[in-house]
């Protein structure tokens, strides 16, 4: 805390990863000293911070800061995705790219951990705009990534057009087409199934983790925050697997709908015309809209928070925990507060957490990076059946890893040591470096 000060979500990150951990250390605690291992697990083997100055469509220059933290690539070249939002800094992209490290390992696929992104605001910006953007911002992120050493991705504020403009500029400045990013369109080299695979894949692991304890996730109610990539693939696969989905949400409000959102007029909002949830209402006249925040008052089975960190809090639990639920699942990166898992847990919540639960964004990234390797495309069916299949062998691997250590049933402990263990075999192998 006192090397890397006001990066309070860096800080909450590797406190839960450290905690989790703790049983491991302690029985080889002084190899651990001698070796420095965890002084070298939380120091990123590289952080990168650059200007990026643009045109607006008045003229005028507009300077953002961009980032790249390289964390680790013990197991893989780095990996992790973009994040454009006004609310990104240092701390914001470190805990991501440490949470990154883990969830890179769950996979079983060979990739570090990286994380980047800048806090331009894609919103209100016109396509020109976010194109000037997308370049300026690669000019300078170019020099450091490659198809063997680094392969960003999307994430909020990236989705497929953002990807392409970056993909362009790489291209003509380097002189290579590799896959140098992940979440490219199809015309491209990108993979089909990559956009749904975070929201398909959590909703693999939450089937899983139910059918684990004895239940069925068709006819129970699920209660989604967020209204972005993952969310909406999360809505749909839900859906399909008989669940019905009662809320989303957005940075300004969020909606009720009793009878089960509609996933075609939520993509038509949120993905063609890029607008807010207030329209919702258009498409859905039984449905409600509300300024604010208030998913988690909505009564429910399964919980899925899909937004942004720490949007889940203690008063959130409490009130989900008093109306029944059985599960939370994160389908956003570190969206629940340290005091609101400690709760879920405490009152018999089932509780994954992100870097397992949307592990599958991720994972279908490097099955993207396998197809653009041997110049290949594999069919819907084919990457979807992978990502299932990749999604069971995770949570099994986090159930065992608990079971292992004798916390069974905390999926924290679970993830966490699962993922580290290969990490630190990867590490040690390799020496002091
Ligand atoms: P998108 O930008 O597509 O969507 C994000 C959604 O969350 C939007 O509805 C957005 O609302 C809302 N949101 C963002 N910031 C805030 C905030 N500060 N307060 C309230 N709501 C907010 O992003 P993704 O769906 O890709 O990402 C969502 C989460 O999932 C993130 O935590 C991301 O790191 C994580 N994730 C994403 C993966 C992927 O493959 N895309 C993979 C693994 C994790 P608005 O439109 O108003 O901004």
Request: net charge negative; glycine share 12%; with cysteine.
């Amino acid at each position: 805390i006192k090397q890397n000060p006001a990066e309070p979500e860096f800080h909450q990150a590797v406190r839960e990863v450290l905690e989790s951990i703790k049983v491991v250390v302690d029985a080889n605690e002084e190899k651990f000293r001698r070796d420095g291992l965890l002084e070298r697990l939380v120091n990123p083997e590289r952080q990168i911070k650059f200007r990026v100055p643009w045109v607006d469509d008045k003229g005028n220059v507009q300077v953002n800061t961009g980032y790249r933290v390289q964390f680790n690539s013990a197991i893989g070249p780095y990996k992790g995705g973009l994040r454009l939002h006004p609310s990104v800094n240092l701390g914001i992209i470190k805990f991501l790219g440490f949470e990154q490290i883990f969830k890179n390992s769950l996979t079983g696929l060979p990739i570090g951990g990286g994380k980047g992104g800048s806090d331009f605001d894609p919103k209100g910006k016109s396509d020109r705009e976010v194109m000037a953007f997308c370049q300026a911002f690669m000019t300078e992120l170019c020099k450091y990534i490659g198809a063997d050493t680094d392969v960003p991705a999307g994430d909020i504020g990236t989705g497929a057009r953002e990807i392409g403009y970056m993909f362009g500029q790489y291209k003509k400045i380097r002189g290579l087409f590799e896959g140098v990013l992940t979440g490219k369109g199809l015309s491209y080299g990108g993979s089909l199934a990559r956009t749904e695979a975070t929201g398909y894949g959590l909703l693999y692991l939450t089937e899983e983790l139910l059918k684990t304890h004895g239940q069925d996730i068709a006819g129970k109610t699920v209660v989604v925050s967020g209204a972005g990539n993952v969310a909406i693939y999360a809505i749909q696969k839900a859906q399909q697997l008989g669940a019905k989905v009662v809320t989303c949400s957005d940075s300004t409000g969020w909606v009720y709908d009793p009878d089960g959102i509609d996933v075609a007029a939520l993509k038509e909002i949120k993905e063609v015309k890029r607008e807010r949830l207030t329209e919702y209402k258009k498409y859905r006249p039984n449905s409600e809209y509300h300024e604010g925040k208030g998913v988690w008052r909505i009564k429910c089975d399964v919980a899925l928070p899909c937004a942004t960190q720490n949007e889940l809090d203690i008063e959130d639990a409490l009130t989900l925990v008093e109306n029944g639920v059985t599960a939370v699942c994160e389908g956003a990166n570190m969206p629940t507060t340290e005091e609101a898992t400690k709760y879920f847990q405490k009152n018999g919540v089932l509780f994954v957490p992100g870097k397992a639960a949307n592990a599958g964004g991720v994972a279908t990234s490097a099955l993207e990076m396998s197809q653009n390797s041997e110049r290949l495309s594999w069919t819907f069916d084919e990457v979807d059946a992978k990502l299932k299949n990749i999604m069971v062998n995770l949570f099994h691997n986090i159930d065992d890893a608990a079971k292992k250590y004798g916390f069974e049933g905390n999926y924290v402990v679970g993830a966490n040591i699962a993922g580290f263990e290969k990490v630190l075999d990867a590490m040690n192998a390799q020496g002091i470096v």
